[in-house]
């Protein structure tokens, strides 16, 4: 078994200077923490992997392709592989977890 908390996660991507930690990666997924502050940029480019977000912690917006949605603690958003995205307008620090199917190259 392979169990996580996410405030040692957190902790983890903090010390490594970084807004993403990838702390979990198998044959078909990988899984990571993402952060992102409030009023923050999200340098993010599309990916080659479909990907899944859960939002931990946080507000803001999310625009996928040419739709825009706001999200908070809770949300779920999927994003096809290829396809821009980015948060933006973060209001309250981001925490957000992203799954990759297949795992992130």
Same mark, same amino acid.
């Given at each position: 078994m392979k169990a996580f908390r996410l405030d040692e996660l957190d902790a983890e991507r903090a010390a490594n200077d970084g807004a993403?930690? &990838?702390?979990l990666r198998e044959r078909n997924m990988s899984v990571g923490l993402y952060a992102?502050?409030?009023?923050q940029l999200d340098p993010q480019q599309?990916?080659?992997e479909d990907e899944v977000y859960?939002?931990?912690?946080?507000?803001a917006s999310?625009?996928?392709g040419d739709e825009t949605? &706001?999200?908070g603690r809770g949300s779920v958003v999927y994003v096809p592989a290829?396809?821009?995205h980015r948060f933006h307008h973060i209001t309250?620090?981001?925490r957000v977890l992203v799954v990759f199917s297949p795992p992130e190259s």
């Open positions: 993403y930690l &990838q702390f992102l502050g409030a009023g599309p990916h080659k859960f939002v931990v912690s946080g507000r999310i625009t996928v949605t &706001q999200v290829g396809v821009p309250e620090d981001l």
